[in-house]
């Protein structure tokens, strides 16, 4: 078997909500959205520099509070960014991890955590 990638679906309840978080703030692109008809729950596909997650309103899909871990550079820059836009519901930090990362977790309005790390360098490890 040969897997070719993961992409978690998480529980959305307010798709304005989620736009506002995930898009807004941090910096995802919506793909594709799916409707059955109006005023149905939206499916989604967001995507950000090679992650790709799924939102989903409807019921049986999937529970809240899933946390997912993603692995990924640059995030000492993508920390700045997303401090630097003064979201007025997270402020996370970045923190050194015990198993050998930097780390920043957001939690968005829907009880679902995400752990964004980056393996530390040769010269951070002995710091």
């Not at 040969?2 to 978690?8: A, E, H, I, S, Y």
């Not at 049986?60 to 836009?85: M, N, R, V, Y």
């Not at 991890?97 to 679902?112: E, K, L, R």
């Amino acid at each position: 078997m040969k897997c070719n990638g993961v992409k978690p679906i998480l529980r959305m309840f307010d798709y304005e909500k989620a736009v506002e978080f995930y898009v807004d703030w941090l910096g995802f692109t919506i793909d594709w959205e799916h409707r059955f008809e109006d005023n149905t729950p939206t499916y989604m596909q967001i995507s950000l520099d090679g992650i790709e997650l799924h939102l989903s309103e409807h019921h049986g899909d999937c529970a809240p509070s899933a946390h997912i871990h993603i692995d990924c550079t640059g995030l000492k820059e993508f920390h700045k960014q997303i401090i630097d836009k003064k979201y007025k519901y997270n402020r996370p930090g970045l923190e050194r991890t015990f198993y050998g990362s930097w780390a920043v977790t957001v939690n968005d309005p829907f009880f679902n955590k995400i752990n964004f790390n980056q393996p530390l360098d040769a010269s951070e490890i002995e710091a």
